[in-house]
């Protein structure tokens, strides 16, 4: 039962232009979410988060979007860079009574071409 | 200076051997976890320790145990390895009042 969804497995995004990396859940109780990056032979390294208070959050070249009543949150990039060609993880979690239980969606491979 | 630091990175193992993976974070935060990634690239929750207390168990076979000498440490070991526990093994940290968790680099096993 995969509580979150990250549908596309990869994604080409030519440099300068954006990305957009699309994430699902399923699971109401979650109410704070975290998108991960991750290189190869690396652990995930923490980008971005939101609480489901918000339906917004940005950090520099990156922006979350919450949808709470359609259960879904997009990370975009502008611009894309090369450097950002990584694995992208999504994460949710419940804020209370969750032991800071993160859970993943399986990544979605993103490719910058120059 | 590595804030999550996890060894050895790479253990190529025969089944029924038991190994342990170590873990220190120097964040001062006072959670720990291990995550495990299956070949199917899949990151879940094994275990959770707030203050060197277990506080999450994701129903993980009972060979493998994780230990927690204090705050900063988070040790797994594994009995009896079976082939199925190949997989990269992360251990995390987090604040028990943050949300963000920091994640080491990963620890590859492979059992032959």
């Known amino acids: 039962d995969q509580q979150v969804k990250q549908n596309s497995p990869s994604l080409s995004v030519q440099e300068g232009r954006i990305s957009i990396l699309n994430c699902d859940y399923t699971?109401?109780?979650?109410?704070?979410f975290l998108w991960y990056k991750k290189y190869p032979a690396e652990g995930p390294t923490f980008l971005i988060s939101?609480?489901?208070?918000?339906d917004k959050n940005e950090d520099g070249r990156f922006t979350v979007f919450l949808n709470k009543s359609a259960k879904h949150l997009s990370l975009h990039i502008v611009p894309s860079q090369p450097g950002d060609s990584a694995v992208y993880f999504c994460?949710?979690?419940?804020?209370?009574?969750?032991?800071?239980?993160?859970?993943f969606g399986t990544g979605t491979q993103l490719k910058v071409e120059l | 200076d590595t804030a999550v630091s996890q060894t050895p990175k790479y253990l190529v193992t025969q089944m029924g051997n038991d190994k342990s993976i170590k873990c220190e974070q120097n964040l001062g935060h006072d959670t720990m976890y291990w995550y495990k990634q299956d070949s199917k690239k899949f990151l879940k929750i094994m275990f959770s320790y707030n203050n060197k207390e277990l506080i999450i168990n994701e129903t993980v076979p009972n060979r493998f145990s994780p230990k927690s000498p204090d705050k900063a440490h988070l040790n797994l070991h594994i009995n009896s390895l079976e082939l199925g526990d190949s997989a990269v093994y992360f251990c995390?940290?987090?604040?028990?009042?943050?949300?963000?968790?920091?994640f080491g680099e990963g620890s590859w096993l492979t059992v032959v």
């Open positions: 995390a940290s987090s604040r028990s009042t943050g949300n963000t968790i920091y």
């Open positions: 939101i609480s489901s208070i918000k």
């Open positions: 994460a949710a979690m419940p804020l209370t009574g969750g032991g800071n239980k993160l859970t």
């Open positions: 699971n109401s109780m979650f109410d704070y």
